[in-house]
T-cell receptor, first 115, second 114 residues
C-alpha cells in the first residue's frame, strides 16, 4: 500500500534548539517528496521538495531535508528553531498510478516551540 | 501572479443538504486537485481535474463530484451531506506537462455539517 509515515505526532522543543521531524515513505510511492507547513486556520504552504539531483534540499527559512533511498526516509531538520516555526508539518509523496501527481500525506507533526 | 484562491472561507450546512465549493487555480496552471482534511488528520485526495476531465479519484463516494472550467477554475460539489463531511477542503493547482510535479494549495474552505 502507498503510505507516508510521520513517526511523531508532536515534537516539543525549546527556542534556538535543533529539531528533526521524521518521515518515512513506502516503496510503492514515487520518489517525489515534499514537506508542507500549515499554520493555524490556514492552508498548506510548500516548505521544500525533492524531485531529483542532490539528496539534500533546503528552504529559504533554514529548514533542510535529506532524501535517503536505502532507508526510505525524508527527515526534516532545522539547527535552531524560532517561536514562529510553531506549526503543523506534513510530509507528502506522489502516489503512483491514477491521477498525475496526486499527493499521499502523512498524518502530520505538530512542532511546538517553547520560549 | 495570483495564487490559488478558494471560496467561501467558511460554511455551515445541515445533514442532507448540498454544497458547492469553488477554487481558482494559480495563473498558468492547468490541473486542479481537491483534498479533504479532517480535524487532526493529513489531507486525503478526493479527485483531480485536467483539461476539464476527471483525471483520477481517491476513495470517496460518487456524491463527491467536481467540474473544471475552460479557465481552469474548479468546483467541488457534495450531495447529501453527512456529519463526517465536516472538514477543511483544500484545492491545489499545478502545471502538468511542464514539469509540474509541485502542487500549490489555497487557504481552504472549512465546512461544518450539523
Amino acid at each position: 500500500a502507498q503510505s507516508v509515515t510521520q513517526l511523531d505526532s508532536q515534537v516539543p522543543v525549546f527556542e534556538e534548539a535543533p529539531v528533526e521531524l521524521r518521515c518515512n515513505y513506502s516503496s510503492s510511492v514515487s520518489v517525489y517528496l515534499f514537506w508542507y507547513v500549515q499554520y493555524p486556520n490556514q492552508g498548506l504552504q510548500l516548505l521544500l521538495k525533492y524531485l531529483s539531483g542532490s539528496t539534500l534540499v533546503k528552504s529559504i527559512n533554514g529548514f533542510e531535508a535529506e532524501f535517503n533511498k536505502s532507508q526510505t526516509s525524508f527527515h526534516l531538520r532545522k539547527p535552531s528553531v524560532h517561536i514562529s516555526d510553531t506549526a503543523e508539518y506534513f510530509c507528502a509523496a506522489h502516489g503512483s498510478g491514477g491521477a498525475t501527481n496526486k499527493l499521499i500525506f502523512g498524518t502530520g507533526t505538530l512542532l511546538a516551540v517553547q520560549p | 501572479e495570483t495564487g490559488v484562491t478558494q471560496s467561501p472561507t467558511h460554511l455551515i450546512k445541515t445533514r442532507g443538504q448540498q454544497v458547492t465549493l469553488r477554487c481558482s487555480s494559480q495563473s498558468g496552471h492547468n490541473t486542479v486537485s481537491w483534498y479533504q482534511q479532517a480535524l487532526g488528520q493529513g489531507p486525503q485526495f478526493i479527485f483531480q481535474y485536467y483539461r476539464e476531465e476527471e483525471n483520477g479519484r481517491g476513495n470517496f463516494p460518487p456524491r463527491f463530484s467536481g467540474l473544471q472550467f475552460p479557465n481552469y477554475s474548479s468546483e467541488l460539489n457534495v450531495n447529501a451531506l453527512e456529519l463526517d463531511d465536516s472538514a477543511l477542503y483544500l484545492c491545489a493547482s499545478s502545471l502538468v506537462g511542464g514539469g509540474g510535479e509541485t502542487q500549490y494549495f489555497g487557504p481552504g474552505t472549512r465546512l461544518l455539517v450539523l
